[in-house]
């Protein structure tokens, strides 16, 4: 759990992945034959086919598969301080405001520097609930509205703040029950999954070419799994991500994208692609195969790497793998710890069969 709570602690907004790069270098040393940097900032990780005993085979002939696992997360960019010293930001990717109300902040003007980070209380702008009226209590907030108090004055926020400057909510990798919660689970389960898999895949051996990529961008639009899929021109992509798992209260069981604790999620289809169905069931056979647990599910809005992936150049059969998560875009993202398992051992026994 430690190489999770890392990941999932480490801010890196789209844009903003610098410090992801390095800690993923940290974690992933004698994983890969080689690590390309590419000009957005994807990590192109390449892992040659190799025996058990770590030796080296042929990869003339050796089927590519792109891993797509994207470290940005959801946050906000500085957009302005005011004379009172608070600070106003713009989402970088999508939030759900109603999770937004009394939250702690980091604030990061140097993004590969963490001892410049400072801690900030996010909040709407206007009156408190004391003296609101009921009409103003209703009221929703966009993220315009809300500002970001440093709890210092104007002259030294100016010093220290930047237009541009990343921020992200602040909260604690914590085990609940069977499951693990934190505020990026989005996308850093994939990130950990990635790396774990390769983990058991160096020990069993493999006969595909593996380049597994850790995409930067995709909040905003799937930008680095686009562009890192051109450079490796894949034989098969798969995106590494979370889904939907909303089997709580309130949600019929047909919008439940997913149910906690049933395992893996292949998904069939979501805005941004339609999955490869042969690779569909490959998996599946995989899964019975060697006892995994396993889901079907469809995403009716939203999308992932895959669907750049399944785009770029020529084209590629694609796969959204995916972990059920409860909470999505909230400080409290929910992971069951069985589903956690059953991605990290159903990717890995794929990859080892893969001819």
């Not at 010293?85 to 759900?96: A, E, I, L, M």
């Not at 996010?122 to 009226?133: E, Y």
């Not at 108090?149 to 541009?164: P, Q």
Request: glycine fraction near 8%; charged fraction near 30%.
């Amino acid at each position: 759990m430690k190489l999770l709570e890392a990941l999932a602690t480490t801010p890196g907004i789209p844009g903003r992945e610098h410090r992801m790069r390095e800690l993923i270098r940290k974690h992933t040393k004698g994983l890969f034959d080689e690590i390309i940097e590419d000009a957005m900032g994807s990590l192109i990780c390449v892992r040659h086919p190799r025996g058990k005993d770590g030796k080296k085979k042929d990869v003339r002939d050796a089927t590519k598969v792109m891993l797509a696992s994207h470290m940005d997360q959801i946050g906000f960019m500085v957009k302005h301080i005011d004379d009172k010293g608070f600070v106003r930001v713009v989402p970088v990717g999508g939030f759900d405001t109603r999770n937004l109300f009394a939250r702690l902040v980091t604030i990061c003007p140097d993004p590969r520097e963490p001892k410049k980070d400072i801690t900030g209380v996010m909040n709407p702008s206007g009156k408190p609930i004391h003296i609101a009226t009921e009409e103003e209590k209703k009221k929703i907030p966009d993220v315009g509205d809300f500002t970001i108090d440093l709890g210092m004055s104007a002259d030294k926020v100016k010093k220290k703040v930047k237009i541009g400057d990343m921020a992200v909510l602040k909260a604690p990798v914590t085990e609940v029950g069977d499951t693990v919660v934190s505020q990026c689970l989005d996308n850093r389960i994939a990130c950990w999954l990635a790396i774990r898999a390769m983990e058991m895949v160096k020990e069993t051996g493999h006969d595909c070419e593996i380049h597994c990529v850790f995409t930067v961008q995709e909040e905003v639009g799937l930008r680095g799994a686009l562009t890192s899929a051109y450079a490796v021109k894949p034989d098969i992509g798969i995106g590494i991500d979370t889904t939907l798992c909303v089997d709580t209260p309130g949600v019929p069981d047909d919008l439940r994208t997913t149910k906690q604790g049933d395992g893996a999620a292949l998904t069939c289809m979501d805005s941004s692609v339609i999955n490869d169905y042969d690779l569909i069931e490959e998996f599946e056979a995989v899964a019975k195969k060697h006892k995994i647990k396993y889901q079907r599910s469809i995403l009716a809005r939203g999308g992932t790497d895959s669907g750049a992936i399944q785009r770029a150049a020529a084209g590629t059969r694609t796969l959204t793998f995916s972990c059920p998560t409860r909470y999505i875009h909230t400080v409290t993202e929910m992971i069951h710890k069985d589903d956690m398992h059953a991605c990290r051992d159903l990717l890995a026994a794929w990859l080892a069969q893969v001819k």
